[in-house]
């Protein structure tokens, strides 16, 4: 495990001098103190320093991206209780074995590299054209997308940054809240976004839109303030909510009312179970409006070999009428040199009809892990929202702060889960976990949660 | 207008040297980039007036993109070259354009990879995601290997999808504030990845330039080293050696020289090592050789060419503890955000192959192909050499920088494309200090390398 972070620092702050100056700040802003108190000591590193400033938009950063984070709270946690068998429901890690349809033609692939027929250099930076197709065939069956308005990648959490560097420092995004936290981070990083706000726990110049059951986990967009870039994401991470056709109608339609433009995550479309959307692009308009970001991680289990894509329509337009997709072909042969051939092989493997089946079945696998965690959940007098249409159970902890819900499950129940505040000030008093994990740990994890009340 | 000209005008695939029209109508003619690297062409196709009304959304495009004045290099030589396939559909057209290697992956590596791909469906060997800097191995080989005796430890070093994406996540730790220094010419991603970021101005159509960039002219008359005292003070100096384009490598001196520059100027040096491997001579292999170093220095390097992962994706970058920023932040800490939050950790399929790579089997391998492609080099030497030319590189690097003075490099280019079927980088790509180049690289077959000097021989005799 990377040992970034000194735990004996993190200790030291429990002292009285450093609690006397945190006891007016919330137990929120405790843990984030703490995850960045030895970036603080850091500081006094003694030797020659350069000349050149730090990128002040680093410096907004409040603490550690999400899910290192909690793998160091796990790491601090098996150090105190070396012989504990921890259950990971937390970061959303697939643990199906990869079917062999899938695993064998990237074996082929590999020994092809080795030949002088096989041999394959540098690929087309946007994604080899058979995988281009089929994603656009398979995918976005019936919905008009073209291969070339798909771009294949490495993921989407480095498309997100991706797109963010095309857009620039000068626009504003919209987001719900909670949401995946790669959104603010690199919108953050990219210097749109403003001071962050202990008060509120939101950054300035983000719209920030609650979702939660009193809204039906949708934006109300009638109060929402016009945004250049609106990310959404169904179903969603963390709430599990898939969006209707209904809400995502109203939110193109708000979108061209705006003129803003829509990033729409679909990395787990597969997960759906009933007729909600699993593609923007079935909402007539969507093509003037959105982006779609997905990804083999979660679909295929690739979360390890690296593959996702971004489609970008031909019609999406900026306000001087130049055509996104140039400027994202730009970015892609600039700032990037493809997918690695052997992933994208996989990922060819993937879409074939017995691939799909395969993959289906994995999805199946977590879905019924999702079923059986929630049926735990309830069962201990729990209100839980999600694990109907993504792996992700929503857990209100109602008047609650989520980091002491995580901090307790972790510490009675010996069970990594993530604090839904970690999304977004909307997360708090909610904890997210995770179905991705083995048979035998989902139904020993539900056995655990007895423990909680 | 001639076929290439009409194609040219199109706005993601107007070459550098033809600048893209003032005031655009993208209305009229789209081009939607296709697959430049296969057959098919770049199609342009113009859509109806009526296209005009048309909806828009109210995003502003991000006027750093404006700023670029052309696609990217080589997907505009690689546009050439499908283009001249059209014209010549029975030419042999061989490339030694794009620095892409050509030569099969040796079997101990892909045997790793395979071993690695087969283990993903089965329990055991299943991995989800793995640590976003790479896996600890694969770090401590790299360490061991490049860095043994220079005190670069294992967590200094992150592990990537290659040098290329690195150079974008360096420019977005350091941000829009800060100036570049690149030598001129050099590998494009520096200059257009700092536009793309918002470091610089407007590019100056008289001198062929950025603003507030500061190009460093390295050419024959001064070894290809920059004359530092030249310069205004810059944040960050992106230096390669072995270089591309020229072939350059620096010596102990010079290197010495550019860290005690960057130590007096406060500057931090990114240091481009990809070609290392291709030294003949005691020239340094890493900017780490120089003491002082690690805490001015940052290097970054591939195993595209070592080991031809250039379709397989596999890089890293040295981040050393000791380098800090002016308030006395570890620079390594803001890479490692950027790498946890931007990128999601190099393919574990690469990764395995890469460290296969640094088995003593792995780098003998690497060894071999890298000689191959050394000899293929000397030929083109020889050639150009034996014709008369003034050529440069070539000793430790695949590339050879070629001289035709007085003459523009694109038409150069194309005379040579026009008349032997040959693609070549015109030097102008890698900024107004390769103009009056072309850099042949020597990444072939050695049947077509041959070829392809026959075919010089025969034009330039």
């Not at chain 1, 991470?237 to 679909?266: M, W, Y």
């Not at chain 1, 593959?307 to 329509?313: A, C």
């Not at chain 2, 694969?138 to 690195?166: H, N, P, Q």
Request: net charge negative.
């Amino acid at each position: 495990m990377h040992k970034m972070y000194n735990t004996s620092v993190c200790s030291s702050m429990f002292s009285p001098n450093a609690l006397q100056s945190i006891m007016l700040v919330t137990r929120q802003q405790q843990y984030w103190i703490m995850s960045s108190c030895t970036l603080k000591n850091q500081r006094l590193r003694i030797g020659h320093r350069t000349k050149v400033p730090r990128n002040v938009n680093m410096e907004k950063l409040q603490h550690g991206y999400l899910f290192p984070e909690i793998q160091r709270h796990q790491l601090m946690h098996l150090e105190k209780y070396p012989h504990a068998n921890v259950i990971d429901l937390g970061i959303g890690d697939t643990t199906e074995p990869l079917s062999t349809i899938v695993t064998s033609s990237m074996v082929d692939f590999v020994h092809g590299l080795s030949t002088e027929k096989g041999y394959k250099g540098y690929g087309p930076e946007q994604g080899e054209k058979a995988l281009r197709k089929e994603i656009a065939d398979t995918i976005y069956k019936d919905l008009g997308i073209k291969p070339s308005e798909v771009f294949v990648s490495d993921g989407a959490q480095c498309d997100i940054s991706r797109l963010q560097l095309l857009m620039g420092p000068n626009l504003k995004i919209f987001v719900p809240d909670p949401s995946f936290p790669a959104y603010i981070d690199s919108s953050v990083i990219i210097g749109q976004a403003g001071e962050f706000v202990y008060e509120t726990g939101k950054y300035k110049n983000i719209e920030y839109m609650t979702c939660g059951p009193q809204t039906n986990f949708f934006p109300d967009l009638h109060t929402a303030s016009r945004a250049d870039i609106i990310f959404f994401c169904s179903p969603n991470n963390p709430t599990g909510h898939a969006a209707t056709r209904k809400q995502l109608e109203q939110l193109v339609d708000f979108a061209k009312e705006n003129g803003s433009i829509i990033i729409f995550d679909s990395a787990y479309s597969a997960y759906i179970t009933d007729d909600s959307p699993k593609s923007i692009f079935e909402i007539s308009g969507a093509r003037e409006v959105a982006i779609e970001v997905s990804s083999f991680s979660k679909f295929a289990g690739f979360t390890g070999v690296r593959l996702g894509w971004t489609v970008v329509p031909e019609e999406l337009s900026y306000s001087n009428g130049f055509p996104v997709v140039h400027d994202f072909n730009r970015i892609m042969c600039t700032c990037f040199n493809g997918a690695s051939n052997i992933a994208q092989a996989g990922g060819l493997a993937c879409l074939s009809p017995e691939g799909l089946k395969a993959v289906q079945s994995h999805v199946d696998n977590y879905m019924d892990n999702a079923r059986i965690l929630v049926d735990a959940l309830t069962s201990v007098g729990l209100k839980v929202y999600g694990g109907k249409n993504a792996p992700y159970a929503w857990v209100h902890f109602p008047g609650s702060n989520s980091w002491d819900v995580f901090a307790e499950i972790l510490e009675k129940t010996h069970m990594i889960t993530v604090p839904g505040s970690g999304f977004g000030p909307g997360g708090e008093e909610y904890i997210r976990i995770s179905a991705f994990g083995q048979r035998d740990s989902i139904i020993e994890a539900s056995e655990r949660f007895q423990c909680l009340v | 207008m001639s076929i290439t000209q009409n194609l040219t005008t199109s706005i993601s695939s107007s070459s550098s040297a033809f600048l893209a029209p003032p005031t655009f109508n993208p209305r009229s003619q789209v081009s939607l980039p296709v697959n430049v690297k296969s057959v098919n062409i770049c199609k342009c196709v113009a859509t109806p007036q009526e296209a005009e009304t048309a909806y828009k959304t109210k995003v502003s495009r991000n006027a750093n993109m404006g700023k670029l004045q052309a696609g990217y290099l080589f997907p505009e030589v690689a546009r050439r070259r499908n283009v001249h396939l059209l014209k010549y559909p029975d030419a042999k057209v061989i490339s030694l354009g794009i620095g892409d290697t050509t030569e099969p992956i040796p079997e101990v590596i892909t045997s790793a990879m395979a071993k690695r791909s087969q283990a993903l469906s089965t329990l055991e060997g299943y991995s989800g995601y793995g640590a976003e800097q790479g896996e600890k191995p694969l770090r401590s080989a790299i360490a061991s290997t490049f860095y043994g005796d220079l005190g670069i430890e294992e967590d200094d070093i992150f592990v990537s999808d290659g040098a290329k994406c690195d150079i974008s996540r360096l420019q977005i730790v350091f941000g829009s504030d800060v100036k570049m220094a690149v030598q001129d010419p050099s590998y494009p991603a520096y200059v257009d990845s700092s536009v793309i970021m918002g470091q610089t101005g407007s590019f100056q159509k008289d001198v062929e330039k950025f603003a507030n960039i500061e190009y460093m002219r390295c050419n024959p008359e001064n070894g290809f080293f920059p004359d530092l005292s030249s310069i205004s003070r810059p944040d960050i100096i992106f230096f390669c050696s072995p270089n591309n384009p020229t072939g350059a490598a620096a010596t102990r001196e010079q290197l010495t020289q550019l860290v005690q520059y960057a130590k007096d100027n406060g500057s931090i040096i990114i240091y481009d090592s990809a070609y290392a491997m291709y030294i003949s001579g005691d020239n340094p292999h890493s900017i780490f050789e120089i003491p002082g170093a690690k805490e001015v220095a940052i290097e970054t390097s591939s195993y595209s060419k070592y080991a031809g992962f250039t379709g397989v994706r596999l890089g890293w970058t040295v981040v050393p503890k000791q380098l800090l920023f002016s308030d006395g932040f570890p620079v390594a800490k803001d890479f490692n955000r950027i790498v946890c939050t931007c990128f999601n950790g190099a393919s574990n399929i690469s990764q395995a192959g890469g460290l296969a790579c640094l088995s003593p089997e792995g780098l003998k391998a690497m060894r071999d192909v890298i000689g191959f492609y050394k000899e293929n080099t000397s030929i083109i030497v020889d050639t150009f050499d034996s014709l008369g030319f003034k050529v440069y590189g070539g000793k430790s690097a695949p590339y050879v920088w070629v001289h035709f003075p007085g003459q523009s490099s694109w038409d150069v280019f194309s005379e040579i494309l026009e008349k032997t079927h040959v693609v070549t980088t015109p030097g102008s790509g890698f900024g107004p200090g390769g103009e009056g180049f072309i850099r042949v690289s020597a990444f072939g077959h050695r049947e077509n390398i041959l070829e392809a000097c026959r075919r010089f021989k025969q034009l330039y005799k």
